[in-house]
């Protein structure tokens, strides 16, 4: 009995336990993203059942389920993850970032296309690549990070221009400048200074990068096509952020640095050693004649010679050193980011706010830039078919700009190499020295005393409206506006300086830039079984008009008054109005055929003010294809090969880069005849100018192996541009110079190489390395014929444009070093090699191998990260090309410009001195006529341009989830980073910075600047 009862209940109590195990509960949790953040509109899915819900707007959920079933996490964007139903009724998750899933979309300003959907060359980078970075202006992130892009600064002075080529240079007298769209909009860029002899201040640093999502880079003619006139340069397309649905979070970034020369400068003489080398220059030059007093006697041979009462005086003065280099240098010169951000929304609709905040010193006194700036992007459902888009972007900059574009004497950093250092900066009371016995002004001073501002307010208003027809096909009609107020204002003192003998004089602009687009789209996708359609049409009219005011006036009446108002005499005023306007009609198509096989075309009809009624309208158009191999059938077995796809394409983009109304023959009326006014010819005019046109096929493969462990691309090249708006000479008799016309050909083809290598992928530890490689072959193969059918040559002091020559081919005379008997400099007969003369002018002019544009850019970068720690490096390498020392004459004259008028470099020690001896520097002279010579342009100046630099060095450490849910917050993230900390220049005798612009030249600018910044990142 008592066996039976005891069998009876353990029945029972199995029963229980079954029935309790089989029983449902309630399951509920919290979901977040990798940043802590709550993730609203996760799909949560019962494995195996229909069952399923999505989290709320907080990120939370609840869902019945069985213990030992299966919950299933997935959304857009992050990896899917699951987790096994236990004992206990709380399920919380972080979700990962699916990486792979996010670079799938692709934005191309007209449209957005997935990876695979894309038949042309395009690069994107991702908000992590650009918002950390210490940047001024927003596109310095693209170098290194795109192949077959070269980017340098116009100068080191915050906010400046940069010279952006996009697979070479492929116009000679039109613009080689990419086009830049924002948020799908073709926006302005360029300098805003308000004098091209001032510091350049660029359009797009009013663009904080904090607010940029995404740029991508649109190289070949698939991708740049749909922009048509504009495209042949490349484009660049920006997109900001949006808000994203969820409870409103925040985002705090400050930061704070310090800032050095990124490279040495050439080093200036002292005062000391300028005078030995100005002894050695009268020995060389009257030593060996009739007075017969040597080397050692030419100090007391001085004061009977020319230029030594500066050193007479300095000499009396006990020898005292003015080091201006330093004493315009500031000291550790700062850079100051602070930006907060809310995002949030509802199942409607979302928005993005932000204000930012940016200060950087220049490295020199008298300079800095400042910028605010605002951002509220709103996107709104309307109704299920109708959606509200506007996206608003307002900033000030203003930027305390000096003379640099040229060998300015009031240029603070070259005081350096144009001041003498037997002038001193400060008198012995401590204040500045204004009576020198130089024609040059004491730079200091004048940073102290006189102002030259730009200061830049820039509105960027883009909204639209989207309203679905019927379904799938929608319309959209969009209206942008970019409205650009520039003022400038100059003031130079009436104590010392430039406007010492007016009374001091001032001089203000303002220049208004309004340009707007309106779009209007149709766009309308189907399929039909596993063919793809999506099919778009765009109208679009653009038009930009700039007004300008200018004023100058001089003789103030009282120091302490800087505005235009209060000057009394010699008043001047000008004014003007330019505008133009483009019109465009654009069809896209896109089809795809399972996912496999890809097709697109894309036309368009695009017509320019700039061009003459007639010949205002272009066409444009392109084709390409795609096969993702790795999608087949027969590729399922392969399981080494993770993507494996072949893509080509051709098409027609065009450049209409030129003056406004450069097609028309013009008159002036400015001028003045016996103070009556007067009209003269100012433009010859060609009726039959249009457009600049670009012919570009590109072929590449994109690949991946082993689950993307090595990922990365491959791609051929070939840009041919024809039809060239090139300024061709004409005959004297018609008064004029020179005509725009179209004519000639250049040819720009490379290998494009990107790869990236996985090397550790797990949850607590990753490294990655990834680079790329590009190589460019430049050639002209056209250009217009003279009078005789001969083709013409274009040559300026340096460099000539010739058929079968590169566009930037070095042309002077051969530099064949220094005679070792006498100290003579030396050049070749011919140009090149061979026989030598001591005579320039009987030396030919000839071409000197390598031109200014890189045959090979490449970049290279690692990453590391290991439980919340991080590390990053960058680096960029350009080279095969060659770089010219511009303002050689000043700095490394063996003639008097070097050694009394201005200030040489330490290199002139190196100068010749005894017979027999091997240097590359020439004997010094005293009498400037003969001795300037050897700084005349030759290859002597000319260098291996071939660098490397360290971009970027970073090391972040975030707070564990644990730690920073103690502190209420959703992240906390802290990181130091390094900017240009290293450069290796392959040729030693280049001291300046080898990062140069477009056309190859040193510069005496503002270097470029390395810097120390640690930041910190808060989220909640």
Same mark, same amino acid.
């Given at each position: ?56 707007? &907080? *990120?939370?959920?609840? @869902?019945?389920? =069985? ?5 299933? $996490? #997935? ?5 899917? %993850? ?100 924002? &948020? *799908?909009?073709?926006? @302005?860029?360029? =300098? ?5 002899? $001032? #510091? ?5 640093? %009013? ?101 030594? *009462? ?279 198509l896109n089809y795809n055929f399972a996912g496999k096989y890809i097709f697109d075309a894309t036309y368009r009809n695009e017509g320019s003010s700039r061009f003459a009624p007639g010949l205002r309208f272009g066409d444009f158009w392109s084709v390409g294809a795609a096969w993702n191999v790795s999608q087949e059938d027969f ?386």
């Amino acid at each position: 009995m008592k066996s039976k009862l005891t069998w009876i209940l353990t029945s029972f109590m199995v029963l229980c336990v079954s029935f309790s195990f089989a029983q449902g509960k309630t399951i509920s949790g919290n979901v977040t993203d990798q940043e802590g953040l709550p993730l609203p509109g996760v799909s949560v899915v019962v494995v195996g059942t229909t069952s399923g819900t999505q989290t709320d707007f &907080d *990120g939370n959920y609840t @869902i019945d389920a =069985n213990a030992g079933q299966v919950l299933r $996490f #997935s959304y857009i964007g992050q990896k899917t %993850a699951e987790r096994t139903v236990g004992s206990t009724n709380v399920i919380n998750l972080q979700m990962e970032e699916d990486a792979q899933a996010l670079e799938e979309v692709i934005v191309l300003g007209y449209s957005t296309r997935g990876k695979n959907e894309i038949t042309g060359s395009t690069v994107q980078l991702k908000s992590s690549e650009i918002n950390d970075v210490p940047l001024v202006t927003v596109d310095q992130a693209l170098q290194g990070k795109v192949a077959g892009l070269t980017i340098a600064s116009s100068s080191g002075t915050p906010g400046s221009t940069q010279d952006i080529r996009i697979r070479g240079v492929g116009s000679i007298s039109a613009s080689n400048d990419p086009l830049f769209v924002i &948020d *799908g909009v073709p926006v @302005i860029s360029g =300098n805003f200074s308000g004098s091209t002899a $001032f #510091s350049s201040l660029s359009a797009l640093s %009013a663009i904080n990068n904090q607010d940029v999502e995404s740029i991508t880079v649109l190289k070949d003619a698939s991708a740049t096509s749909a922009y048509g006139a504009r495209g042949s340069n490349g484009v660049v397309v920006i997109t900001t952020k949006k808000g994203k649905q969820g409870k409103t979070s925040f985002n705090y970034t400050s930061s704070y640095g310090v800032q050095d020369f990124a490279v040495d400068q050439p080093t200036p003489l002292t005062a000391a050693q300028r005078e030995q080398l100005y002894y050695d220059a009268l020995y060389n030059t009257f030593g060996d004649g009739g007075n017969n007093f040597t080397r050692a006697e030419a100090p007391a041979e001085a004061p009977t010679r020319g230029g030594w *009462g500066a050193y007479a005086a300095w000499i009396d003065a006990g020898r005292p050193e003015g080091n201006w280099g330093e004493e315009v240098k500031r000291k550790n010169p700062t850079i100051v980011n602070h930006n907060i951000s809310a995002s949030g929304g509802d199942e409607k609709g979302s928005f993005y706010a932000s204000l930012g905040y940016s200060k950087t010193e220049a490295l020199v006194v008298g300079s800095d830039f400042e910028r605010i700036n605002g951002v509220f992007n709103f996107t709104r459902n309307l109704s299920d078919k109708l959606k509200f888009d506007t996206n608003m972007n307002v900033s000030n900059t203003r930027q305390n700009a000096f003379l640099e574009q040229s060998a300015f004497f009031a240029n603070p950093f070259l005081s350096r190499y144009f001041m003498p250092p037997t002038e001193q900066p400060y008198n012995e009371d401590g204040s500045l020295n204004t009576n020198l016995n130089t024609s040059l002004f004491n730079t200091l001073y004048l940073a102290e005393n006189d102002i030259a501002e730009n200061d830049l307010t820039r509105a960027i208003i883009n909204s639209s409206l989207e309203y679905e027809i019927i379904d799938r096909l929608k319309f959209k009609t969009r209206f942008s506006i970019d409205y650009n107020l520039s003022a400038y204002r100059r003031y130079e003192n009436r104590v010392h300086g430039g406007g010492l003998a007016d009374g001091g004089t001032a001089e203000s602009s303002i220049n208004r830039n309004f340009n707007w687009v309106t779009q209007n789209s149709l766009n309308y996708t189907f399929s039909v079984g596993q063919h793809n359609f999506d099919l778009t049409a765009l109208q679009e009219y653009q038009k930009n008009k700039t007004n300008y005011l200018y004023g100058a006036g001089e003789n103030f009446p009282v120091d302490g008054l800087t505005y235009l108002d209060n000057t009394s005499a010699n008043f001047a005023v000008s004014s003007n109005f330019t505008d133009w306007a483009n019109a465009s009609y654009l069809g896209l198509l896109n089809y795809n055929f399972a996912g496999k096989y890809i097709f697109d075309a894309t036309y368009r009809n695009e017509g320019s003010s700039r061009f003459a009624p007639g010949l205002r309208f272009g066409d444009f158009w392109s084709v390409g294809a795609a096969w993702n191999v790795s999608q087949e059938d027969f590729m399922s077995s392969v399981d080494f090969v993770s993507q494996l796809r072949l893509r080509g394409s051709y098409g027609v983009s065009g450049n209409s880069g030129i003056d406004i109304n450069a097609y028309q023959a013009l008159l002036g009326f400015s001028a003045d005849y016996d103070n009556q006014g007067a009209i003269f010819p100012t433009g010859f005019g060609n009726s039959l100018l249009t457009w600049e046109k670009n012919a570009n096929y590109d072929v590449g493969v994109d690949f991946g192996f082993f689950d993307d462990v090595v990922s990365g691309s491959v791609a051929y090249f070939n840009k041919r541009t024809y039809d060239l708006l090139q300024n061709v000479p004409l005959s004297r008799t018609t008064g004029f110079s020179e005509v725009a016309t179209n004519i000639g050909e250049i040819v720009n083809k490379g290998v494009e190489v990107d790869a990236t290598f996985n090397i550790i992928r797990s949850n607590d530890l990753n490294w990655s390395i990834s680079g790329n490689y590009a190589t460019l072959d430049n050639e002209v193969t056209k250009l217009a014929l003279d009078a005789n059918g001969e083709e013409i040559t274009i040559t300026t002091g340096t460099r000539r444009i010739e058929v079968g020559q590169p566009i930037n081919a070095w042309y002077m005379r051969g530099w064949a070093g220094v005679d070792p008997a006498n100290g003579d400099p030396l050049w070749y007969v011919n140009g090149t090699d061979g026989a030598t003369t001591n005579d320039y002018n009987a030396a030919e002019v000839a071409y000197q191998g390598e031109n200014a544009t890189p045959q090979y850019s490449a970049g290279f970068g690692t990453h590391f990260d290991f439980k919340g720690f991080s590390f990053d490096a960058d680096f960029y390498t350009a080279g095969g090309h060659k770089v010219y020392e511009d303002w050689s004459r000043y700095t490394k004259s063996n003639g008097t410009f070097s050694t009394r008028v201005f200030n040489g470099t330490s290199e002139l020690l190196n100068s010749w001195t005894t017979p027999g001896q091997i240097t590359d520097y020439p004997a010094l002279r005293a009498n400037a006529g003969d001795g300037n010579r050897a700084a005349f342009t030759s290859s002597r100046f000319l260098y291996e341009g071939d660098y490397v630099r360290l971009r970027n060095l970073s090391l972040g450490y975030s707070l564990p989830s644990s730690a920073t849910k103690a502190l209420g917050m959703d992240a906390i993230n802290f990181s130091v980073r390094g900017t240009n900390l290293l450069t290796w220049v392959k040729d030693d005798r280049l001291k300046y910075d080898p990062e140069v612009r477009a056309d190859g030249f040193t510069r005496l600018t503002t270097p470029p600047v390395k810097s120390f910044v640690f930041g910190v990142n808060l989220k909640f």
